[in-house]
């Protein structure tokens, strides 16, 4: 394994760090707050990836690796933390009460600028990629095949998170209900659509990785 | 009875034609530098279309390179 694999998987280990100390909420672990001290880490891992990127071209990822498999495993990284951003907005909202149905409230306002970070961030690593390979062939039949299956299976899996979700809704007793106000249920929608990108983009490193045997 | 596969021989005529990379045959056929390497390790079998684009860039008949063999 070379020195830039090594750093970039201590770099990967520092980045789910922050990641943990973010979501671990407002009460922390024994009452310590480790939000501010993991999003810092979390983005600072993610800012020195992109000078790695930058500075190692080509090195980052293993040689056998095509720009689609690059691209599916950055997507992969970056939609986890937007999942788990989606997650602790889902698990903050039903304590807002009427303040929930506001489009920016106390839960809303730290998900936006991290959401934007990480969008920006990720459209950063995307074009660095593409600019990197060169102008060769950037996706050919066995991308699209690999892109096409997993495309089936996340539209099936969000076929059963759909049918889970409203099975759930029907099944839960009137009283339970109370949390469920109109901005709860368009964050739950917004995270099954998520979650179906998620197991997309899984589903496709985990194809190449089979192929490649 | 053992699985039967597509089985190819597209290293071997490369390695032949001496100055043949597998970054010049995937720019020949229009795919990937991973794709000829997953080719190669039989890992992948092509469409029929870029089958007949790879045994052109060798040369070749297209049952000299690729037959419908028993697994490795």
Redesign the interface.
């Known amino acids: 394994m070379s020195r830039i694999h090594r750093r970039i998987q201590v770099l990967l280990a520092v980045a789910a760090l922050g990641a943990a100390g973010m979501f671990l909420g407002a009460e922390g672990w024994r009452g310590i707050d480790f939000g501010p001290v993991g999003a810092t880490l979390l983005y600072a891992a993610l800012w020195v990836f992109v000078i790695h990127l930058a500075k190692y071209a080509g090195e980052v990822f293993p040689e056998e690796w095509s720009l689609a498999e690059r691209q599916a495993w950055v997507a992969l990284v970056f939609v986890a933390l937007i999942s788990l951003h989606m997650l602790n907005l889902l698990a903050a909202l039903p304590d807002l009460g009427a303040e929930a149905d506001r489009l920016r409230n106390s839960a809303t306002r730290p998900l936006w600028t991290n959401l934007g970070l990480l969008i920006v961030g990720w459209i950063v690593v995307a074009s660095m990629l593409r600019r990197q390979a060169g102008g060769g062939v950037e996706l050919d039949e066995r991308d699209l095949r690999i892109a096409h299956r997993a495309s089936r299976f996340a539209d099936g899996s969000l076929l059963l998170l759909i049918i889970g979700l409203v099975v759930a809704l029907v099944a839960l007793p009137e009283y339970s209900r109370t949390w469920l106000r109109p901005m709860v249920a368009a964050n739950v929608l917004i995270s099954l659509l998520i979650a179906r990108a998620l197991v997309e983009n899984a589903c496709t490193v985990l194809r190449y990785r089979r192929e490649r045997g | 009875m053992s699985e039967l596969a597509v089985r190819n021989r597209i290293r071997e005529f490369r390695q032949e034609r001496g100055d043949m990379t597998q970054a010049d045959l995937?720019?020949t056929c229009?795919?990937?530098?991973?794709?000829i390497?997953?080719l190669e390790?039989e890992?992948?079998s092509?469409?029929l279309e870029?089958a007949f684009k790879l045994a052109r860039a060798l040369g070749r008949n297209l049952e000299e390179v690729f037959r419908y063999a028993e697994k490795k």
């Open positions: 995937a720019q229009g795919v990937t530098r991973q794709t390497i997953a390790a890992k992948y092509p469409s870029l």
